[in-house]
């Protein structure tokens, strides 16, 4: 496996219909995390930490640009404030993709001083599957 650049990514996020869209151009930065709990099991005849892996989890705060053209990134996250749905996240990369249920928790507009209009879309992993890549 070769050294890469993280570009281009593809970033398909699901509507609240299940249908999902490709908002990989409103889309400016995003993190995400695929973490896993750990338990301290250190025995007191030990000198050093012992641990177990627990549960996994997952996180994506995805940040962008405000495009209200049809099936893009607003019509994409304009129910989150009124829908309980999960929706598949899929991130792709150099022919690997991680594909995640995901509830999101907030949609987030910001107008800042200059003019321009951004927003933040924070979820969370919603279905128990681990997380894995493909």
């Given amino acids: 496996?070769?050294?890469e650049a993280g570009f281009p990514y593809s970033v398909n996020?699901?509507?609240?219909?299940?249908?999902p869209?490709?908002?990989?151009n409103d889309i400016t930065n995003f993190q995400f995390g695929t973490p896993r709990g750990v338990q301290d099991v250190t025995g007191v005849d030990k000198s050093a930490m012992e641990r177990l892996l627990l549960l996994a989890d997952?996180?994506?705060s995805p940040n962008g640009v405000f495009n209200d053209a049809t099936n893009f990134s607003h019509s994409v996250?304009?129910?989150v404030p009124s829908s309980s749905v999960p929706r598949t996240?899929?991130?792709a990369v150099s022919g690997q993709t991680l594909s995640m249920e995901?509830?999101?928790?907030?949609?987030?507009?910001?107008?800042a001083q200059d003019g321009?209009?951004?927003?933040?879309a924070p979820a969370v992993l919603a279905n128990g599957t681990v997380p894995t890549w493909s």
């Avoid at 996020?13 to 249908?19: L, Q």
């Avoid at 869209?21 to 990989?24: A, F, H, K, L």
Wanted: proline share 0%; aromatic share 14%; hydrophobic share 50%.
């Fill in 1 to 3: 496996m070769a050294k």
């Fill in 13 to 19: 996020v699901d509507d609240s219909a299940g249908t």
């Fill in 21 to 24: 869209r490709d908002i990989s």
């Fill in 58 to 60: 997952a996180s994506f």
């Fill in 77 to 79: 996250f304009k129910t």
């Fill in 89 to 91: 996240v899929a991130l």
């Fill in 102 to 111: 995901m509830l999101f928790t907030d949609y987030a507009l910001t107008r």
């Fill in 116 to 120: 321009s209009l951004v927003w933040t």
